[in-house]
């Protein structure tokens, strides 16, 4: 039976058409107090927060600074469901689907509230909406019947989504986008109706934030906005054009202008009384057809929750809402205060959570001083709100959009100048509003690039002073300037300086931080918490990161560069080590470094980079002597695993030329495996879609045909690009491809920190995109140009000139030498680029070119017989990998897919493939937080009451070292861990819940902080092998069985086949394209306890199944 306070619930909520349409039913209260009514405690001053919002938050927080001496108590009411969360960061609800990544304190425990209440004694009532404010009696009444007398009460309510009278908005499938429960909503909504497209209505901040979640959870997203331009309190038309670029390039729709006239339902009605689910936008503009939708997100503004106040009677409100408040945020009642989207200050309603938090510290600091807190605050400390800088930077769908100051000036504003950047191509677009001498900046609008807004915001705000330059030197984004990559990032020095704009933090906030934790506290996460630098939006961390290396400097410390916590070196500094031990046998294996140098078992960062180490230094092959163990994901399979656990296969095409006999064994290849074959865009064949289990027959027939590995799994050379030069064309002055022959068949496979690509064009035509690469060659007249350190890709960079007019010979001699060094000295996963980019300037200045020169031409450093040796070494000593697995037996076994069976499992029993053009690929990954993702078994325990018995999978011989191997079960895929290291063996499942793909036994072992762990070879999440939790944030979780050894036999606790398959056989957990059921509920045919009800009616053989899996007896 429902209490009276349940009661009252439901009430308000029927009584609340916006409530029931959008919100729905809040959850039963909890509350850290069992007392109806607030007792006086020992006479201290009581306080009430109506609202458990961002601002709310911070205002208690603030109090409780300010009462060191314990002079009051702190209540707060909390409606949702959940304590404090970030909204600001809403979207990002998608990546994990745990609402404790979004909390304002601490992690979320299962009443909603979290530990910082209790252990700073805050009494917090969650799910209880205040519904009566009395402050004649200086009262609060919740939705529970809880009353609480107040000395100071602050309305921190904030606001509710603004939902304009479109008729059919009271349909199935409108959604407003305000808490975790409407993504919650939005989530269940389109898995239950197969949802493929969305409109969100509304192009402002907002409406941009629910596009990015309709487009992260996989649907078509159209934005619909009622003015002529998006965000058009920000930016204008010019900026809105790049914006849209960005947005467009992301495949999102972009619809402005737009008057939407109902929404029409499936019935084709549009009414505002029909409640057919919502299936199209119908528009009054002249020409415009209907847009089919199946959801409809409402995000056009807010509007203040200032119904409690409007029933209050005493609270002043303003004539388009709000609570009207004073400098120091009081109302017109006395003792109460109100804070946030709900405050009226000079007729204005701030709507970001930068001004939110001001109003949290000015409200703090007097009410303090209202209730006479001791030394709490000063009269002469008590500060005013006279309204908020309403500039910001904002990173929105991955486009920097950021505006200041005068940004927008009225039409009468006659001291106004104008500069304007617009680089279509590049998508950025910047304008500056000066005054009309351009002598002083007052505003500006960024769009594409805006790394440089502390600098120009500060500018803005310095009204009083002139321009020290040119405002022209401002206009030009930094990259367009020239300006290196710490100058594009760097921060202001100026201890005044913003940095956070959410918290209005200064880097002389986070300098004193960084002090007082000291060099060995001061970690990014550390100096964040305490600062409160990059806790909103986030979009401040790197400047905060920036900041804490230099003062970590100045303090004699340094941020760690460390691989990871089994090696205290950089990869630098670990590649020196090794490369100058005099005895190479000593470090020639993983387990020798890190007996000498490391400690622990060594995780998925290091063991790849000691592999490229060992591969750059002694070069044998990576499969054999116990490599296999620290190869990366695509390394250890030789081949780069694709999208549900299959593999392309890359053969190597020196120079882009092929015979037709290759081209036909490479079509009768792809025919004979079923493989998608597609040109790449370096001048090879891709052939799509092979189990791995394949892979050795497929590289024997292409081996056959006089092809070997690509190496287009590793950190190797691609490829060397080439036009056809003077061999064909009537322009070329060199044979570009010989000498592309020639380049790649030096060094092919040639490992080093990251990819390498090049080219040789035949002239300055450029047909080969030589100056995009590694390194590049140019024909010309007298031979060759050489340019190094290009790169395409997200950061193009255009590669420098090294040396002109060089003939063949030397050109590889410089080659060597560079890229020697390069392996020799840059960081893991460096590129050349940022490698060449942060080496020192030449003697005589020149940048970092000018010192290649010298140490690769003149030998400044003497070190180019080293260089020399260890490349010819690296040359000698090629191997073409796959044709020692293809003649070797015992390699050619690592291939097997599982290792208790010579039975396999087709790709498409693990993931559907779908016809493309005449190919098969595979199915689309759902989004994260969608269907078949991050998969949960129907309770952690759920064999606990089975019977098990001791399996045999194999024998010893059968599972290397180190590293994991699948075995099959029934139609179960297990991953067993043999960890030499520990002289421990583990089992789990092999399937990775984050996408349901059969991979997790070609994860690398290792360990984190001593617990034993796998990393996923896909994304890289991480379990702990012991209890199958994942480590870090997330919250995933995977199946763990007993391990034994019976002298040389190997043994699993497993329960029956029969059991195991219903949780997790193949065929049960095969991705689909379409939207199927969710794997952790119906698709498991193992209901909760809860569901037993449900299943009893879905008939005699599936309640069977569930009694036998959860071993329960169900009552006839």
Not at 71 to 83: D, H, N, V, Y
Not at 175 to 204: H, P
Not at 884 to 892: C, F, H, M, T, Y
Not at 1052 to 1061: H, Q, T
Request: hydrophobic share 35%; aromatic share 6%; net charge negative.
């Amino acid at each position: 039976m429902k209490t009276p306070g349940h009661i009252r619930a439901l009430l308000v909520c029927l009584a609340s058409p916006l409530a029931n349409a959008f919100q729905g039913l809040k959850a039963p209260t909890t509350s850290t107090s069992s007392a109806l009514f607030a007792q006086d405690d020992d006479g201290k001053k009581k306080i009430v927060v109506v609202g458990n919002g961002m601002v709310g938050q911070r205002f208690m927080e603030n109090m409780l600074k300010l009462d060191q001496d314990n002079q009051c108590t702190i209540s707060t009411f909390c409606e949702e469901p959940r304590a404090a969360y970030n909204r600001v960061r809403l979207t990002s609800y998608f990546e994990s689907r745990d609402p404790s990544a979004l909390t304002m304190t601490s992690e979320f425990e299962e009443n909603g509230t979290t530990a910082w209440y209790e252990d700073n004694n805050v009494d917090i009532h969650i799910g209880d909406k205040v519904v009566a404010i009395d402050t004649e009696a200086k009262t609060v009444t919740g939705q529970s019947g809880k009353v609480l007398d107040y000395d100071v009460c602050v309305m921190a309510t904030g606001s509710f989504p603004f939902v304009p009278p479109i008729p059919g908005k009271q349909r199935p499938g409108v959604f407003v986008y305000r808490t975790i429960e409407d993504l919650e909503n939005m989530l269940a909504y389109a898995k239950e109706n197969n949802v493929k497209s969305a409109a969100v209505i509304g192009g402002g901040l907002l409406g941009l934030e629910a596009a990015k979640a309709a487009k992260d959870m996989g649907l078509t997203s159209h934005i619909i906005e009622f003015a002529d331009i998006l965000m058009c309190r920000q930016i204008d038309q010019g900026g809105h054009q790049a914006l849209v670029g960005k947005i467009e390039e992301l495949g999102l729709h972009v619809h402005c202008g737009a008057r939407t006239e109902a929404l029409v339902g499936t019935d084709g009605s549009t009414d505002a009384e029909s409640m057919a689910p919502v299936a199209a936008l119908k528009f009054s503009n002249e020409g415009w057809d209907d847009l089919p939708v199946e959801m409809v997100i409402v995000s056009c503004g807010i509007k203040p929750r200032d119904e409690l106040a409007r029933d209050c009677g005493t609270l002043a409100i303003g004539e388009r809402g709000g609570i009207v408040v004073d400098d120091h945020l009081k109302t017109s009642a006395e003792g109460v205060y109100a804070v946030g989207e709900i405050a009226l200050y000079n007729n204005f309603i701030y709507g970001l959570i930068a001004p939110g938090y001001v109003m949290a510290d000015v409200a703090a600091k007097s009410a303090a001083k209202e209730l006479g807190l001791k030394g709490a605050v000063h009269e002469e400390d008590v500060p005013t709100f006279t309204g908020a800088d309403m500039s910001t930077k904002l990173k929105l769908l991955g486009c920097d959009v950021a505006s200041f100051g005068v940004n927008q000036p009225r039409p009468d504003d006659e001291d106004v100048s104008y500069l304007t950047w617009n680089d279509p191509v590049s998508g950025v677009y910047r304008k500056l509003v000066l005054n009309k001498a351009g002598t002083k900046l007052r505003g500006g609008i960024l769009v594409g690039d805006a790394s440089d807004y502390e600098t120009l915001h500060k500018l803005s705000v310095k009204t009083d002073e002139e321009l020290q330059e040119s405002p022209a030197m401002l206009l030009a984004p930094p990259t367009a300037r020239g300006a290196s990559a710490s100058e594009e990032t760097g921060v202001s020095d100026d201890p005044t300086a913003q940095i956070c704009s959410c918290n209005d933090v200064t880097r002389g906030d986070i300098t004193s931080t960084i002090q007082e934790l000291g060099v060995d506290k001061a970690t990014l996460g550390e100096v964040k918490k305490c600062s409160r630098a990059g806790t909103g939006c986030g979009g401040c961390e790197p400047q905060v990161k920036d900041i804490l290396k230099q003062e970590l400097e100045k303090l004699g410390g340094g941020l760690s560069n460390h691989l990871c916590e089994h090696f205290p070196y950089s990869r630098q500094e670990l590649m020196a080590l090794v490369r100058t031990e005099p005895d190479v046998t000593s470090v020639d294996s993983f387990e020798k470094i890190l007996a000498k140098h490391g400690s622990g078992d060594g995780c998925e960062v290091c063991k790849p980079a000691v592999g490229s180490i060992l591969a750059s230094i002694v070069n044998e092959v990576i499969l054999e002597g116990g490599r296999e163990a620290l190869q990366d994901t695509n390394d250890r399979s030789m081949a780069n695993m694709q999208r549900g656990g299959s593999y392309s296969v890359v053969p190597r095409v020196p120079g882009g030329e092929l015979l037709p006999e290759q081209l036909i064994a490479l079509g009768d290849t792809a025919k004979k495996y079923n493989l998608y074959t597609k040109i790449t865009g370096a001048q090879r064949v891709d052939l799509f879609g092979a189990a791995k289990h394949e892979l050795p027959d497929i590289w024997e027939e292409l081996g056959n045909a006089g092809f070997e590995s690509g190496h287009a799994y590793g950190k190797a050379l691609r490829t060397v690009k080439s036009c056809v030069g003077s061999t064909w064309c009537r322009y070329g002055v060199q044979d570009s491809v010989s000498f592309a022959v020639r380049v790649e068949n030096r060094y092919k496979g040639v490992r080093s920190p990251h990819k390498m690509k090049s080219a040789v064009s035949g002239c300055v035509r450029e047909c080969a995109e030589a100056q995009g690469k590694d390194f590049g060659m140019i024909a010309t007249e007298n031979g060759y140009n050489l340019y190094v350190g290009g790169n395409g890709g997200a950061n193009p960079v255009h590669a420098e000139l090294l040396a002109s007019d060089i003939d063949e010979d030397t050109v590889i001699r410089y080659l060597d030498r560079y890229l020697m060094y390069y392996i020799l000295t840059a960081d893991k996963l460096e590129r050349t680029a940022p490698w060449q980019r942060k080496l020192p300037s030449g003697k005589n200045g020149g940048g970092p070119i000018e010192h290649l020169k010298e140490v690769i031409i003149e030998d400044s450093l003497g070190i180019c017989d080293e260089l020399d040796r260890r490349m010819n070494h690296l040359v000698e000593t090629y191997h073409d990998e796959w044709a020692e697995v293809v003649k070797n037996p015992e390699l050619r076994a690592k291939f097997k897919q599982f290792a208790n069976t010579e039975q396999n499992i087709a790709k498409d029993d693990m993931i559907e493939f779908v016809d493309m053009r005449g190919q098969q690929r595979p199915a689309d990954w759902p989004k994260d937080g969608q269907p078949q993702t991050m998969w949960q078994a129907p309770q952690n325990d759920i064999f606990a009451k089975s019977e098990k018995s001791w399996v045999k999978v194999g024998d010893v011989k059968d599972f290397a070292a180190n590293v994991g191997t699948p075995i099959l079960v029934g139609d179960t895929q297990l991953a067993v861990f043999n960890n030499a290291q520990r002289d421990e063996w583990y089992c789990t499942q092999n399937m990775c819940p984050h996408k349901q793909a059969f991979v997790l036994s070609q994860g690398i072992l290792g360990d984190a902080s001593g617990t034993p762990k796998v990393a996923c070879p896909l994304h890289k999440k991480q379990f702990a092998l012991e209890d199958g939790a994942e480590l870090g944030e997330g919250s995933l979780q995977i199946l763990t069985f007993p391990v034994k050894l019976d002298s040389d036999s190997v043994l699993v606790e497993l329960p029956a086949e029969p059991e195991l398959d219903a949780i997790l056989g193949t065929h049960g957990l095969r991705v689909e394209k379409s939207d199927c059921v969710d794997i952790a509920g119906d698709a498991l045919k193992v209901p909760s306890r809860a569901k037993f009800e449900n299943v009893m009616s879905e008939g005699q053989e599936l309640t069977d199944n569930v009694a036998l899996v959860a071993n329960v007896t169900v009552a006839e």
